[in-house]
Each structure stands twice: as structure tokens, then as C-alpha cells.
């Protein structure tokens, strides 16, 4: 299933501040910290948690804050269903960085190790 274009507008408009709490209570519900958290999202971003801090305070929509990434190479890999969509067949550039993100968090909250969504060599 591919998003429709007003999907991929509304996942452009939304802040990563009104975002970032969600993933905060999901993860920390399965027994997760807010520190391993900011280290999978500096993995694909490249962001540390005093650029995350700061993109929530400056209130960035998600298309200003992948715009601002530095992508991680092997983010290609991050593969799977979130949301009812499959990410690899996502065509829409940001909204699939967006479904990554939800996907690295989802990872961590289903209890899987650092290493493995990390996808390190």
C-alpha cells in the first residue's frame, strides 16, 4: 500500500516536538530509556541529543528535520511493516525517513537489541 499524497503532506507538516513525546511513552511503557531512544534516532540522523533537544524546542516539521539529517547509509536496510505500510515500497522520499523513525522506535519498544537496530556490520 503506498501513502496517498495528502499523507505524505501531513507527515511533511508534522513537528518532530509533537512527535518526539509518543515515541518517549512507547518505549519507556516496555521498560526502554529516553537515552537509548536518542541513540537510535542520532543513528539515523546523525543528530546528538543536544541537536534533538533543540530541534524540539525550535518546533521543526519533519520535513525541516530530515531535511537537516545526515542519513545513515545503512538506513536502506531498516525494512518491515509500520503502520500497515512496508517501508522499503514507500516511494515518497520524507515519508519514508519518517516510517524509518517510526520503525527504529518501534524495534526498540518491541524489546530487540541496540545492535540489531542499529544494523551494524
Known amino acids: 500500500m503506498e501513502?496517498?499524497?495528502e499523507h505524505n503532506e501531513k507527515m511533511a507538516?508534522?513537528?518532530f516536538a509533537s512527535?518526539?513525546?509518543l515515541y518517549v511513552t512507547k518505549i519507556e511503557r516496555k521498560g526502554r530509556t529516553i537515552k537509548e531512544l536518542n541513540?537510535?534516532?542520532q543513528w539515523l540522523t546523525s543528530f546528538d541529543e543536544k541537536k534533538i533537544?533543540?530541534?524540539i524546542k525550535e518546533n521543526v516539521t519533519f520535513e525541516t528535520f530530515f531535511a537537516k539529517a545526515k542519513l545513515n547509509d545503512n538506513a536502506k536496510l531498516i525494512k518491515g511493516?509500520?503502520?500497515g505500510y512496508r517501508v522499503e515500497e514507500i516511494e515518497n522520499p520524507l515519508t519514508k525517513?519518517?516510517?524509518y523513525l517510526d520503525k527504529l522506535v518501534d524495534e526498540l519498544a518491541k524489546g530487540k537489541s541496540l545492535d540489531k537496530i542499529l544494523r551494524e556490520p
Do not use: D, F, S
Open 19 to 21: 512527535v518526539y513525546p
Open 39 to 41: 541513540q537510535v534516532i
Open 97 to 99: 525517513q519518517v516510517r
Open 81 to 83: 511493516l509500520i503502520c
Open 53 to 55: 533537544k533543540e530541534l
Open 3 to 5: 501513502p496517498t499524497k
Open 13 to 15: 507538516k508534522m513537528t
